[in-house]
Nanobody, 125 residues
């Protein structure tokens, strides 16, 4: 199956920057959508960035102009560049990807919807 691994989280002061990475491991044939979510204590998980297979990106107003989702050398890697960080950006950040992969066991193409384990981001005043 497709496994996602995030990295790049840490602690920064307000106004600082962080760049998160998400790598997909597995025989992915196509990504339909790749997303970054975040979840702060006591709050619902929220979508902060998404990119679809035509490279169209979307951001909510809360991060628009500050966060940028991009792909790496291949679509197996995505990044979330976070600038002008605010304390309210503090959360665990999760990578999510949907698409089609090659099931080696069944020798068949199958859909997938995978999540990473999360990487923490803490922004102090």
């Amino acid at each position: 199956q497709v496994q996602l691994v995030e990295s790049g989280g840490g602690s920064v002061q307000a106004g600082g920057s962080l760049k998160l990475s998400c790598v997909a491991y597995g025989p992915v044939i196509k990504f339909t959508v790749q997303n970054w979510y975040r979840q702060a204590p006591g709050k619902q998980r929220e979508l902060v960035a998404s990119i679809i297979d035509d490279d169209n990106t979307n951001y909510p107003d809360s991060v628009k102009g500050r966060f940028t989702l991009s792909r790496g050398y291949s679509d197996h890697t995505i990044y979330l560049q976070m600038n002008s960080l605010k304390p309210e950006d503090t959360a665990d950040y999760y990578c999510n990807a949907k698409g089609v992969y090659y099931n080696l066991r069944d020798s068949n193409l199958e859909p997938f919807d995978s999540w990473g384990q999360g990487t923490p981001v803490a922004v102090s005043s």
